[in-house]
């Protein structure tokens, strides 16, 4: 593989990892970039030989590295795995195997200990250090795998999105089999395209812990119940299939991204706000009618339902499945962000996700856009895209 490095600069959109978060109310000023003084400049554009391979991207803060999944450079040793490449030095970059076949989803957890979690086409999801480079753990799935994530709290039990629709839950200390496997009738038996684990907050509008799940067809939020139950909860969105799902977890919102229908015909970057008490907090109240202490037509609010805030509109085309973020603002935690690619664009639009305007458009990068992951690093903040064929790296500067 060849890297080349080309250090240019130009003004260019704001983008950055999420900071601490002070809830959003009727009574915060979102604050409008449109009228900063601040700029994006391009540090690095970093090309490298992906074979037409490259797909998604993660970071590893704890040790600086981005991973983007890309097929073998070596004919001798065919497979898929990621290249690593480093934030601090980015001429040092080296290729991981790990699967058979085209790596779907790849996500590292919270912990610092390396361990990179990939789903491949493969039928199999595993764990590998990249401190190693060698695989830890490998689970068979009984159908192709296209989505994975971590537990934030918990980083024994992992999960991973079938293509036949369902959910599996691993527990990493038990290394034969899945822990527990959910399916309910949103999105039928259409791929699981993302995962997101949500942890527990009793104090925001979203009560319960669970997972949340985006099939091509359909969402749901799987509600984590005393015990170890998960309780579905269908969240109803728009017409148009669903591309994305970005969940931002300092301000409990999420993404979804839908290609453009017949009856809207632009392809749409939906911002929702997760609500709801869940099913554990009515059973609790439940228990208490029955003990005679709850009031009558005290609302259970038990459902949990996604409410649209705002929408970042983009460009007719979206063939491909690829991954739009939501994030907070890097000088100011009020304000969400949303960045994604534009096929008709063949480039990346960044909005403000508190209202819906669109800040910027990065220059043409030739081809269509795959993924979009801002990250933090050695002091400042970044947004990184990848195509097919290069990875591109945006530094904040404020100007």
């Known amino acids: 593989m060849t890297l080349y490095i080309k ?81 601090l030095d980015s001429k040092h970059c080296e290729f991981v195997r790990i699967h058979q076949k085209a790596v779907r989803d790849v996500a590292f957890n919270n912990r610092g200990d390396g361990l990179l979690l990939t789903a491949s086409m493969d039928k199999t999801v595993r764990v590998t250090s990249m401190l190693s480079n060698a695989v830890v753990q490998t689970y068979n799935t009984p159908v192709p795998v296209w989505s994975c994530a971590w537990n934030e709290d918990d980083t024994n039990y992992i999960y991973c999105g079938l293509q036949n629709g369902t959910c599996l839950i691993f527990d ?80 409990r919102h999420c993404l979804f991204s839908l290609r453009p229908s017949k009856k809207f015909p632009q392809t749409r970057h939906l911002v929702c706000q997760l609500q709801g008490k869940g099913v554990g907090v009515s059973m609790a109240r439940a228990q208490a009618e029955r003990a005679g202490n709850m009031e009558d037509g005290e609302d259970d609010a038990s459902l949990c339902t996604c409410q649209a805030v705002n929408q970042c509109v983009g460009g007719p085309t979206q063939k491909l499945l690829s991954k739009s973020r939501l994030f907070t603002c890097p000088d100011d935690c009020n304000t969400l962000m949303v960045a994604a690619g534009d096929e008709s664009l063949s480039s990346t639009l960044i909005w403000n996700g508190s209202n819906g305007n669109q800040l910027q458009k990065l220059p043409n990068q030739g081809k269509e856009i795959l993924d979009v992951l801002p990250f933090a690093g050695n002091g400042n903040d970044y947004l990184a895209t990848i195509d097919e064929q290069k990875l591109s790296v945006y530094k904040w500067t404020n100007v």
């Not at 900063?36 to 074979?51: A, V």
């Open 7 to 87: 250090i240019n600069h130009s003004h260019l959109p704001l983008i950055a990892h999420s900071k601490p978060y002070r809830k959003i109310g009727a009574s915060t000023a979102v604050r409008t970039f449109g009228q900063s003084t601040s700029s994006w400049s391009l540090l690095l554009r970093k090309s490298c030989s992906t074979n037409n391979g490259a797909r998604v991207i993660s970071f590893d803060q704890h040790h600086a590295v981005l991973v983007v999944s890309k097929p073998s450079p070596n004919q001798l040793f065919p497979g898929f795995g990621v290249v690593k490449v480093s934030s």
């Open 172 to 251: 990493i200390r038990n290394t034969e089999t899945y822990l527990k496997s959910i399916q309910n009738t949103t999105g039928g038996s259409c791929p699981v395209i993302a995962l997101a684990h949500v942890s527990s907050d009793p104090h925001s509008a979203l009560r319960p812990g669970g997972i949340l799940v985006c099939k091509l067809e359909g969402a749901s939020f799987w509600e984590k119940t005393p015990g170890a139950d998960f309780v579905p909860h269908c969240l109803t969105l728009p017409e148009g299939s669903c591309t994305s799902l970005s969940f931002e977890p300092s301000t």
